[in-house]
């Protein structure tokens, strides 16, 4: 194995702070979102789903696309259907299939909690940033993912409609 490639001053000035920002994060962008009664992962599942065809997929796939694990997303998805959000049953093909829909009162939730969200995350990140800062983070945040995560849905593409409804 050798000797650990210890960082570099310039290394450990870029590291610690996007270290906190990934441990801060998650939690600030989720306040805005429990006057809605969700979670950062459900809002993101309700976003996937409602780009769905019959905004309906199976739950292997929303957990692709939702970067959870099928165990988290499943469990995510018990809670949403106990609330009427989403609405899950084995696909009529394949039995060993659980399919998940976002029911209608699910999309009326996700539409009232967009633009709360939306403004939480233009606050936090782009506010603070120049369009120049805001395209090298687009940039550089992708350069990391292809390197850990290359068949993540935004490398590979597969994330491009996965945009909130607008009302």
């Known amino acids: 194995m050798g000797e650990p490639r210890w960082l570099s001053n310039d290394e450990q000035a870029a590291w610690r702070p996007l270290a906190e920002l990934?441990?801060?994060?998650?939690?600030?962008?989720?306040?805005?979102?429990?006057?809605?009664g969700l979670t950062f992962f459900e809002y993101?599942?309700?976003?996937?789903?409602?780009?769905?065809?019959?905004?309906?997929?199976?739950?292997?796939e929303l957990a692709h696309l939702a970067n959870g694990s099928l165990s988290r997303t499943s469990h995510s998805s018990r809670r949403l259907e106990q609330r009427g959000?989403?609405?899950?049953?084995?696909?009529?093909?394949?039995g060993r299939v659980t399919l998940v829909t976002l029911t209608?009162?699910?999309?009326?939730?996700?539409?009232?909690?967009a633009p709360s969200h939306v403004e939480s995350v233009r606050r936090a990140i782009f506010d603070t940033l120049t369009p120049q800062q805001t395209k090298q983070l687009g940039q550089l945040a992708t350069a990391i993912l292809e390197h850990i995560a290359p068949n993540s849905p935004w490398v590979t593409g597969t994330n491009a409609a996965l945009q909130p409804p607008t009302s």
């Open 22 to 36: 990934v441990l801060v994060l998650p939690s600030h962008l989720e306040e805005s979102l429990r006057a809605y």
């Open 44 to 60: 993101t599942q309700l976003v996937v789903l409602s780009h769905a065809a019959d905004q309906t997929m199976p739950m292997t």
């Open 85 to 94: 959000l989403v609405a899950r049953q084995q696909c009529p093909d394949d």
């Open 104 to 113: 209608d009162e699910g999309y009326q939730q996700l539409a009232k909690a």
